[in-house]
């Protein structure tokens, strides 16, 4: 487990144009990378889902019939919670530690390439043409005000993400772990660590820009309900389908 996310060490010859490729040695596919193929997977993954939570959070959705909202980033988030739940239940809460704070390479780098292409000049194609230039001051106006969702994803998302784990762990207990005993830690750790990131990340991203009540109330409502109908089933059925690539790998 030490070397979950380090490549194995390999002796591989430097190749020239008079290299006899058939005498290079081959190297076993298993040797290659020493990191579970379910964690590679669920690490692939997870980078995704950080920086689509934060482009799916400008939308809010309302909640029918109520008058209550959800900013959409919401879905994108709880398979973050999804993940690391099931990252520290096969691997261990250390390395599901790390892939929260891995998930903000992603993050940062998708938010420096959109403040550089805001800054690069539109092409003469697209100013020329009425319909192009909406386009454009559509995806301006979006993403210059999308700034403050930006800033406050990530501190919504470590304090909510790394509690959520700890959260998770600390209920494993001594004993057996169970499908009814994962289901109850996973519904648990992620209601109460969605309803703090909820609180974090609308006061933050939206307060000043209207009223948040609603959408605070709705989010808290909708991040607990989830938790509780539907996390529970996904840690499950993650859990299984890591353990599948693990075997196939």
């Known amino acids: 487990m030490a070397s979950l996310f380090q490549p194995t060490a390999i002796g591989i010859p430097r190749m020239n144009d008079t290299t006899d490729t058939a005498a290079i040695p081959s190297v076993p596919e298993s040797a290659a990378i020493s990191m579970p193929r379910g964690l590679f997977v669920y690490l692939m993954l997870y980078g995704g889902m950080t920086v689509l939570a934060g482009v799916l959070a400008f939308k809010q959705v ?21 993940i690391s739940s099931t990252v520290s239940q096969l691997y261990g809460q250390k390395y599901a530690t790390r ?29 020329s043409s009425p319909d192009r230039v909406a386009d454009l001051t559509a995806f301006e106006r979006v993403h210059n005000t999308v700034w403050r969702v930006w800033a406050a994803g990530p501190a919504a998302y470590i304090v909510s993400l790394l509690l959520n784990i700890w959260i998770f762990d600390r209920l494993r207990g001594s004993g057996e772990a169970t499908t009814i005993s994962l289901m109850i830690r996973g519904a648990t750790a992620s209601a109460l660590s969605q309803a703090v990131d909820s609180v974090i990340f609308i006061t933050l ?45």
Do not use: C, H
Not at 103 to 120: C, E, K, N, R, Y
């Open 99 to 127: 892939i929260v704070w891995l998930g903000f390479v992603p993050l940062l780098i998708a938010s420096a390439l959109m403040q550089l292409v805001l800054l690069f000049p539109a092409s003469p194609e697209m100013l």
């Open 205 to 249: 991203a939206f307060y000043g820009l209207f009223p948040i009540m609603d959408l605070l109330i709705g989010q808290v409502i909708a991040k607990v309900v989830l938790s509780i109908v539907l996390v529970p089933f996904l840690i499950t059925g993650g859990v299984r389908l890591a353990k599948w690539l693990d075997a196939r790998g």
């Open 62 to 82: 309302q909640l029918w019939p109520t008058n209550l909202a959800v900013e959409s980033g919401i879905f994108a988030f709880l398979i973050l919670v999804v």
